[in-house]
């Protein structure tokens, strides 16, 4: 029988020699702990002032409720497998139970960023048929947008359906641990690495370039927009800002995305074709650097959202006073 057991992530067995065991517990207890905070308020305060505030149901708002709603996701299930990992180094439910939790953790923790990044992408053309075609109904309308929506997780559901397969709880060296048993499952007509190449490429980098190619659009319309009269100057004004405070917003999530997942992406890739370096205390420190962004992304959004947007700021001092 074929097994990558790990007692971190993804199959692969990070060695702990170049960290301090106490410290790194202490600090990844910390820090993961500060994520899981700012993440649950952050997230929970943006849907609440899209809920409570009819002016911000548009679609691009309810686009990023649904990012906040798979941002959620991601600190609720990370937090207790950190925590485990750290303190306890093995998986703590056995029987069926245990192999379920094992499938949902990662299954559900993978599908948080592949619903995010299609969200991305909605905002972008839906900003971009608002911006280089305002006379045109708009391409995600209020109906069409709970569809879109439902549409993003079937998407993210359907292209993480192997892992939930793959993953089960074994017992390793007298210590359950859940793994990804990827050929023992699935065969080998499909290769795991083949299956994560198509992730990558297909769920990041064509989603980001496309998003790109959009926001760059969006840019050039505004930028060649001019006033047609006088009388229409505050009316257009206030539009064109309107529009740039938007395009700022959207493109800081974007930004912060790339940022955040760029380097995941570049270990996933290193962890595919380059084992031999997995046990250098270098590729281990870039581990924890590339793991601990992408975890942040989660917590980041909602901090983006209510520096870039007025609406939101606006919106979360009516929320607490109704209560004051």
């Avoid at 074994?170 to 359950?176: A, F, P, S, T, V």
């Avoid at 190619?213 to 319309?221: N, R, S, V």
């Amino acid at each position: 029988m074929s097994t990558n057991v790990t007692k971190t992530v993804n199959g692969i067995q990070i060695m702990s020699s170049c960290f301090n065991p106490a410290a790194e517990r202490i600090g990844k207890t910390f820090a993961y702990c500060l994520l899981f905070l700012v993440s649950l308020v952050g997230n929970s305060f943006i849907g609440a002032v899209v809920y409570r505030t009819k002016t911000l149901r548009k679609p691009i708002n309810v686009l990023i409720v649904n990012m906040v709603v798979s941002d959620l996701l991601y600190p609720i299930f990370l937090l207790p497998e950190k925590l485990i990992t750290l303190y306890s180094g093995s998986w703590l439910v056995s029987g069926p139970l245990g192999q379920a939790l094992c499938k949902l953790d990662y299954f559900l923790r993978k599908t948080s960023p592949a619903v995010s990044i299609q969200s991305l992408g909605l905002i972008a053309v839906d900003r971009f048929g608002a911006v280089v075609f305002p006379l045109r109904s708009p391409l995600i309308s209020s109906e069409r947008c709970r569809f879109v929506i439902l549409a993003t997780w079937i998407n993210a559901f359907a292209v993480w359906v192997p892992e939930l397969f793959a993953r089960k709880v074994i017992k390793y060296r007298g210590e359950l641990v859940c793994v990804r048993q990827w050929n023992d499952t699935l065969g080998k007509s499909l290769s795991y690495e083949n299956y994560a190449v198509a992730i990558i490429v297909v769920f990041l980098y064509a989603p980001l370039v496309l998003i790109g190619l959009l926001y760059f659009g969006i840019a050039l319309k505004i930028k060649s927009q001019k006033i047609p009269g006088e009388q229409s100057v505050n009316t257009i004004a206030k539009r064109l800002k309107a529009e740039r405070n938007v395009l700022k917003m959207s493109s800081a999530i974007v930004s912060g995305f790339i940022m955040c997942w760029l380097p995941y992406s570049i270990w996933w890739f290193l962890t595919l074709y380059s084992s031999d370096i997995l046990s250098s205390c270098g590729f281990q420190y870039f581990t924890g650097f590339a793991f601990f962004l992408a975890h942040s992304n989660c917590a980041i959004n909602p901090i983006i959202c209510f520096v870039f947007c007025r609406n939101y700021r606006q919106g979360l001092k009516n929320f607490f006073g109704c209560f004051f």
